[in-house]
C-alpha cells in the first residue's frame, strides 16, 4: 500500500483565496483525521470521520474551514479565505478501528501551507 | 489542563550515547500509549506502542520505552545513538473514557545528535 497520500505538498498563496488540500486514506482505514502542526500550538487535531461521517470537528478553527470525505477514499480541506495565521503543516492520517483505543494512526507527509 | 507532557523541548546528545526522552500523561486509569517519530519534512511515524502486559516494550529502530504506572510515564529510551535518529519525537495518549476516539499529542521533543 502507498500509505496515505496527500496533496499538493506545498502551497503557497495570497491572502483572501481559497485553499482545498487533499488526502487519500490507506485502502480498509475507516477513521479519518486532519490535523494543523504549528510551532506555537504543536499538532492539533481539526477534525476526524468515521466511515466518511465526521464525528467530531471541535478542533476546526473557524467557520473559513470546512472538511469533506465524499467516500472511503478521498477527503479535503478546505479554506475559504485563507488567512496568513492558516501557515501551518496539515496532516491527515487514518486508522483502521477506534483511535482512541489500540489502533495506530499513519500519517500522511503534509501539506505545508503558505499565506503570504 | 495539559493530558501529555514532555518536559523537554530540545535534547542533545553526541552520536554513540544513550538517550531517554520524558512522557508523562494524566489519567486515572491506564491508557494507551503511543511514542511517533517525524523526520524533518515528514509525516509522524509509529515507533512503539504500550496497551498492557510487560511494561518494557519494543519498537523499531532500536527503541524501547518503560510505562510506570506509578509515575503515570512512559519515557522512550535507545543506548546508542545514531545521527539518523536526529528527528522530532512525539509521545501520545489514547483514553477512549476521557477523549473518545482520538489521540492527545504531547508538544514534542527535538532530538540533535552531535558528532
Known amino acids: 500500500d502507498a500509505g496515505v497520500i496527500q496533496s499538493p505538498r506545498h502551497e503557497v498563496t495570497e491572502m483572501g483565496q481559497e485553499v482545498t488540500l487533499r488526502c487519500k486514506p490507506i485502502?480498509?482505514?475507516?477513521?479519518l483525521f486532519w490535523y494543523r502542526q504549528t510551532m506555537m500550538r504543536g499538532l492539533e487535531l481539526l477534525i476526524y470521520?468515521?466511515?466518511?461521517?465526521?464525528?467530531?470537528d471541535s478542533g476546526m478553527p473557524e467557520d473559513r474551514f470546512s472538511a469533506k470525505m465524499p467516500n472511503a477514499s478521498f477527503s479535503t480541506l478546505k479554506i475559504q479565505p485563507s488567512e496568513p495565521r492558516d501557515s501551518a503543516v496539515y496532516f491527515c492520517?487514518?486508522?483502521?478501528?477506534?483511535?482512541?483505543?489500540?489502533?495506530?494512526?499513519?500519517f500522511g507527509p503534509g501539506t505545508r501551507l503558505t499565506v503570504l | 489542563a495539559q493530558s501529555v507532557t514532555q518536559p523537554d523541548i530540545h535534547i542533545t546528545v553526541s552520536e554513540g550515547a544513550s538517550l531517554e526522552l520524558r512522557c508523562n500523561y494524566s489519567?486515572?486509569?491506564?491508557?494507551?500509549l503511543f511514542w511517533y517519530v517525524q523526520s524533518p519534512g515528514q509525516g509522524l511515524q509509529l515507533l512503539l506502542k504500550?496497551?498492557?502486559?510487560?511494561?518494557l516494550v519494543q519498537g523499531i529502530k532500536g527503541f524501547e520505552a518503560e510505562f510506570k504506572r506509578s509515575q503515570s510515564s512512559f519515557n522512550l529510551r535507545k543506548p546508542s545513538v545514531h545521527w539518523s535518529d536526529a528527528a522530532e519525537y512525539f509521545c501520545?495518549?489514547?483514553?477512549?473514557?476521557?477523549?473518545?476516539?482520538?489521540?492527545?499529542f504531547g508538544a514534542g521533543t527535538i532530538l540533535r545528535v552531535k558528532s
Open positions: 492520517a487514518s486508522s483502521m478501528g477506534l483511535a482512541g483505543g489500540s489502533n495506530e494512526q499513519f
Open positions: 485502502s480498509g482505514h475507516d477513521y
Open positions: 470521520f468515521n466511515n466518511n461521517v465526521p464525528i467530531d
Open positions: 489519567y486515572g486509569a491506564t491508557p494507551y
Open positions: 504500550y496497551f498492557s502486559g510487560d511494561t
Open positions: 501520545a495518549v489514547g483514553a477512549l473514557e476521557e477523549y473518545g476516539n482520538k489521540l492527545v
